[in-house]
């Protein structure tokens, strides 16, 4: 049968039908490309082939849900309320079925039945958001070789362990870190995508961006400053994607790490380049008014003596502190001597 070319990722399943799989495999890739509702009718093209498939009833639950795009508060009071009803019946039936399934399949459709309240008239849907995180977790870590059991997300966590280590100056802590991140980096495959990027690309940057702090804290800082170049270069070339497939402005880390070490004219450069403000970079690169380039832009011109400048840059600068949350000193955390 023709249909849309989605690659050739596939999970295994228990159903004694190739049909089924088939339009089960196409279901999960749509729910990775977020499009949840041709995933529920791809899921619902399987259970006509085989009724009893618990992993096609998890899809449905699952692919009904909220998501990034359509999170609970864009529900409107029928969509919730049928929604709910639907989800709850597609949970049971998975939980239901996968009694005859593989461990993994139970421990999936166990996890799920946490994820959806019986009131229709919910408000507040966080308890179950965390409830179903928390029995992920509990799959994750009786399944850690499942590749679709957070294996992009258990990388990216021991991205941020490392990094929080180094910063806080306990490197065995974040070398032994990085050696986690490595091993759920490898278990992640080529062919999974975030919205426009691939995955892998984007854990290079995270790969990049880590063994730069890292080295910093070892006191290699030239071989720290050619990590976090590479990662910013690697950041500026993912493809175009609304939210940024890196979330993490790559060039905060290195003018802040640059101006701890004196650099002061490479890091302005890092900020104005960041700021928009050099006309180097395409507009989805450019980061205008961020607090944290500003605080680092006005530090580099106050330390250049450029006081006309650095006026109108603190007046941008209030603004933007203004409205964060908490008092901003650096651009990144990871400095150490922060002004």
Known sequence: MDYFDLGNYARDITTESAEAKTWFDRGLNWCYGF????AIACFERALAHDPACAMAHWGVAYAIGPNYNKPWEAFDEDDKRGSLERARAAAAAAEQHAAAATPVEQALAGALVHRYPEQPDTEDFSPWTDAYAAAMREV???HPGDLDVFCTTTAMQHYAKTVAHAASGDVPAAEAERERFLAARDRVPESRMLFNNTCVDILRVAQEMLDGELE?????????????????????????DEPW????????????????????????????????LDGGLSRACQHPDNVWSLHGLHECLSRRGEQAEAVMIRQRLDLANARADAPIKASCFCRQQAA
């Open 35 to 38: 499009h949840h509702e041709e």
């Open 245 to 276: 497939g890196w979330m993490q402005p790559t060039r905060h880390a290195l003018g802040a790490l640059l101006l701890e070490q004196g650099r002061v004219d490479e890091a302005e450069a890092v900020y104005r380049a960041d700021l928009g």
């Open 140 to 142: 994750h870590v009786a």
């Open 216 to 240: 910093y804290r070892r006191g290699n800082v030239d071989a720290a400053f050619e990590h976090l170049r590479r990662s910013v270069e690697l950041d500026d070339n993912l493809p175009y």
